[in-house]
């Protein structure tokens, strides 16, 4: 299994941009694709983003296609999450996952992910 530990959320205003990292240790001799959800109070958990295992494939929710990007290194094991133009109903603790059945894929589903960071907390507010 691998193990992910997210870092880089905050408290930032509309309009600024912020940078989400997820390093990823354990099993990382493995393939697998990365994405990032995240859920806001009183709401489900939502699909943000997610990157093939080689990074030639990436899909994004509608919410947040050009203005997140999601790229990965896979020397230092770690993907991010560039978030741009952020706005209020961007407030949500964000999660990565890992994918080790769907490496070479995109998925978009949380069941499709065997592996969860513990999450970071981003608030976009005025």
């Known amino acids: 299994q691998v193990q992910l530990v997210e870092s880089g959320g905050g408290l930032v205003q509309p309009g600024d941009s912020l940078r989400l990292s997820c390093a990823a240790s354990?099993?990382?001799?493995?393939?697998?694709?990365m994405g990032w959800f995240r859920q806001a109070p009183g709401k489900e958990r939502e699909f943000v983003a997610t990157?093939?295992?080689?990074?030639?494939?990436?899909y994004f929710a509608d919410s947040v296609k050009g203005r997140f990007t999601i790229s990965r290194d896979n020397i230092k094991n770690t993907v991010y999450l560039q978030m741009n133009s952020l706005k209020p109903e961007d407030t949500a603790v964000y999660y990565c996952?890992?994918?080790?059945?769907?490496?070479?894929?995109?998925?978009?589903?949380?069941?499709?992910?065997?592996?969860w960071g513990q999450g970071t907390q981003v608030t976009v507010s005025s």
């Open positions: 990157i093939s295992w080689r990074g030639g494939s990436r």
């Open positions: 996952a890992a994918s080790t059945t769907m490496s070479w894929g995109t998925p978009s589903k949380s069941d499709e992910y065997d592996s």
């Open positions: 354990g099993r990382t001799y493995s393939s697998y694709a």
